[in-house]
């Protein structure tokens, strides 16, 4: 792979990995599988498009960052008030915002940002100008992770993670699970939204499609990080998935290189998803088959002995 | 203290299914009372400690605690002031969490929780010494996963997470039903002595009529929703399990056939 190729990936591969973190949050903290997701993720880049058009593309980050946060609130709304299962309320929050996001982005499918200034260009004039792509993400995700870690520590975080274990003893600890499950799917969607936003002006475009599958390929790189980095603790476990979302890019990477046609790639992702959550049961299978195996050459030798 | 005035529990109603778990019950418990409760299976008693819990909200009747109408808070309003421990053993706790974090979610049980940390040093020593009270070696295993321990650590982890901050009541539903009996034992004493030390006020369902009639100062029997038998005091003293059975046929008019009760 050259060494172009190779950087793109990991310059992608940290912008996605915010969007990876508020995957981590709904499936693995709040263990709510949130298809929200796909929804946000455009809509965070298509606020990011229009402000960018408005030059403003800082605030744009911010102003996408809250755009999610209030979707996934609709979608925690739905689930605790109005009992809906959180894959159904996620599904229709994703539905509905496909038409939102097309009119946020004019009725236009596609807002191209050539020539104008993303938070790409802060460096420039700075001698580390060139390097600008790869200094800001790592800079927001380093960032962001420590919120994170931070906030996932504090009263409030404690009850959020308690909330994904057992909400029984959370409600009995004097905490409405509603709040608990609005925050958390808030703070998960509002991550996801600033990941698109900064995807947009990335790539200089945001496309009201950019966001199919984005949920599977945030699992992915949330699963690809605990499967080779671990689980100890909870700072690993955010490292992981920023790893697993830089990984998960490269082996992209290598694909396209291979030679696999671009609109393989959904398939390619799905199976990778596949493999990894069949994991822990293809891990067991082993286990037992050499298990078996050992006992079985023991008998032999056994047998063979008498 | 607690004040319970007729209140009825209805599942289902106009089903098929319908099932009255609690008919018309009244019940009052003054400041320090500790009250066994027993029944057969179905006799309403987990609907009743889920009642005054708020985790059902009654069809009839009134429910005050301290004079205050708490019929209509929402669960984890109540919990503020009831602490809970549950049968099974892994209800209580969260356990992808560490022993300190839990202990850590329930110290803050009165407070509005925003965006300090959530476990400070001064309270991660107390928690220390209150686990080490425990005597289960707890106290060296702070940062450990809860999903680590065994059904009786964490009955005692619950136990002690209900009342670090002093409920005015604590329920207990059957929490010792779920571990072998050496271990049940143990963590019935340490519930008397928690009872005992924060004088607590305390509701403990049981399956066991020694048990019932060995710890608290008052003693209820319940029989489809009702409280058929209610002993204190004098009265309670004299009462032996063959004498509760005979009690049972009498009020309930029915042989009581229930083998958990009996063989307990
Ligand atoms: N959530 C529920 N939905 C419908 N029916 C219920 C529900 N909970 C309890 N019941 C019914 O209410 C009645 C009382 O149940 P409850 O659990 O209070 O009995 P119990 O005295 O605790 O019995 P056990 O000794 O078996 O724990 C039973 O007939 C039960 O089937
Ligand atoms: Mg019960």
Redesign the interface.
């Known amino acids: 792979m050259n060494t172009l190729v190779l950087i793109d990936s990991v310059e992608l591969g940290l912008i996605y990995a915010i969007m990876a973190l508020g995957v981590f949050i709904s499936f693995r903290t709040l263990n709510m599988p949130d298809l929200t997701v796909d929804g946000s993720f455009v809509l965070g880049a298509a606020v990011s498009a229009v402000m960018c058009s408005n030059g403003n593309p800082q605030a744009a980050l911010g102003m996408a960052f809250i755009a999610g946060c209030a979707a996934g609130s609709v979608t925690a709304i739905l689930h605790t008030k109005l009992k809906i299962q959180p894959l159904l309320a996620g599904i229709l929050v994703m539905l509905g915002l496909w038409s939102i996001n097309l009119r946020v982005m004019g009725s236009k499918a596609n807002i191209p940002l050539i020539n104008k200034a993303t938070v790409f260009n802060l460096l420039d004039g700075t001698t580390i100008e060139a390097y600008a792509t790869m200094v800001i993400p790592a800079t927001i995700i380093i960032i962001i992770m420590l919120l994170l870690f931070y906030f996932l520590k504090t009263e409030l975080g404690l009850v959020i993670r308690a909330t994904g274990d057992n909400e029984q003893m959370v409600r009995a600890m004097g905490v409405n699970t509603d709040t608990t499950i609005l925050v958390g799917l808030a703070i998960a969607n509002g991550m996801v939204a600033l990941s698109g936003a900064l995807i947009a002006q990335y790539q200089s475009f945001a496309d009201i499609s950019m966001g199919t599958g984005m949920v599977i390929i945030g699992l992915a790189s949330v699963i690809i990080g605990e499967v080779i980095f671990g689980v100890k603790s909870l700072l690993r476990r955010l490292i992981a998935v920023i790893l697993g979302a830089v990984l998960y890019r490269l082996v992209i990477a290598m694909a396209f290189e291979l030679g696999m046609p671009p609109t393989d790639l959904k398939l390619v992702s799905a199976v990778i998803v596949t493999i990894a959550l069949a994991m822990p049961v293809i891990k067991e299978r082993l286990m037992t088959w050499r298990k078996r195996k050992t006992n079985h050459q023991g008998e032999v030798r056994k047998s063979a002995e008498n | 203290m607690l004040k319970i005035e007729r209140i009825t529990k209805i599942f289902a109603p106009g089903s098929i299914n319908e099932k009255t778990a609690i008919d018309d019950l009244s019940l009052t418990m003054n400041d320090g009372d500790f009250l066994t409760v027993i029944g057969g299976n179905g006799a309403g008693k987990s609907t009743l400690l889920n009642c005054i819990?708020g985790v059902f909200e009654v069809d009839a009747g009134h429910i005050y605690l301290d004079q205050k109408n708490i019929t209509f808070s929402?669960?984890?309003?109540r919990?503020?002031y009831i602490g809970?421990v549950?049968q099974n053993p892994?209800?209580?706790?969260?356990?992808?969490?560490t022993i300190e974090?839990?202990l850590?979610?329930?110290y803050?049980?009165?407070?509005t929780?925003?965006?300090?940390?959530?476990?400070k040093k001064a309270e991660a020593k107390m928690f220390k010494d209150k686990l080490a009270q425990l005597g289960l070696g707890l106290e060296d295993r702070m940062y450990q996963k809860v999903g680590l321990l065994s059904g009786g650590q964490r009955q005692a982890l619950t136990l002690l997470?209900?009342t670090i901050v002093k409920p005015r009541l604590l329920l207990l539903d059957e929490h010792t039903a779920a571990l072998d009996p050496a271990t049940a034992r143990q963590v019935l004493h340490l519930t008397r002595q928690l009872i005992k030390v924060n004088e607590l006020t305390a509701i403990m369902v049981t399956h066991n009529m020694k048990n019932a009639l060995e710890y608290g100062n008052r003693t209820i029997m319940m029989h489809e929703g009702r409280i058929i038998l209610d002993f204190a005091g004098e009265e309670r003293a004299k009462v032996t399990v063959e004498k509760l059975i005979e009690q049972f046929s009498h009020q309930s008019g029915e042989i009581l056939d229930n083998d958990r009760l009996l063989l307990s």
Do not use: C, H, Q, V
């Open positions: 819990a929402p669960e984890y309003k919990s503020k809970r549950f892994l209800s209580g706790t969260a356990f992808d969490m974090e839990n850590a979610i329930a803050a049980k009165a407070k929780r925003g965006l300090k940390p959530g476990i997470m209900a």
